[in-house]
């Protein structure tokens, strides 16, 4: 069956973002449907993943269902109704299928691109709100302090001024303080703000 088995550490769960999404939505259908019987989630799981993979998603414009299989679901409730797609089969719709599992291949390219610029206008609307930060060696910064234990409101996040004496990667930066003792490790420029003296 050639499956594989991968990791991911719990601490950087952006490792595979997508499965994580997928996994919140579905935990949260359940939650849902549950209410407080939470022992009951295995009966509900498929009608969830039913409702999920028929569901259209905002960066494609299809279902899941219709991406793998070329055509849309059709419900119980359209068959029990007789709807349009129930009315319009007949047994000799073997043509007007295959013919669908012909586009297939073009219905999952046009959704990728939809996906694509999806995918640009999240980045662009997500990028207004990015403040970069650009240091150079020997500029002076302030750092965040870690908290230890309790903080009080009114105590002081920032301490400093340190001077950065080398960079390590586009954001990681060694500092020393005034009396010129090397800090142990690396800063990240998002712990990092511009001395202003």
């Known amino acids: 069956m050639k499956i594989t088995q991968s990791f991911t550490f719990v601490a950087y769960p952006q490792a595979n973002g997508q499965t994580e999404v997928v996994n919140r939505i579905i935990v949260q259908a359940l939650k849902t449907r549950l209410q407080d019987k939470r022992t009951d989630w295995v009966e509900e799981l498929p009608s969830v993943l039913w409702a999920y993979r028929t569901t259209r998603r905002a960066p494609t414009q299809e279902t899941a269902f219709n991406l793998v299989s070329g055509s849309e679901a059709v419900f119980r409730v359209e068959i029990e ?19 669908e599992l012909d ?35 020997g500029d ?12 009080e409101k009114l105590e002081a996040w920032w301490e400093g001024p340190y001077k950065i004496t080398r960079k390590v990667s586009s954001g990681d930066f060694y500092l020393e303080d005034a009396q010129g003792r090397s800090l142990k490790r690396p800063w990240n420029v998002f712990h990092l703000k511009k001395y202003f003296s």
């Open 103 to 137: 586009l297939v291949e073009e219905k999952r390219e046009r959704a990728l691109i939809r996906m694509e610029a999806y995918r640009g206008w999240v980045m662009k609307s997500s990028n207004k709100r990015v403040c970069i930060r650009n240091f150079q060696v």
């Open 140 to 151: 002076l910064v302030i750092k965040k302090i870690n908290p230890a234990g309790d903080v």
């Open 81 to 99: 109704q007789s709807s349009a797609p129930v009315e319009s089969y007949s047994d000799d719709n073997d043509q007007s299928r295959a013919m």
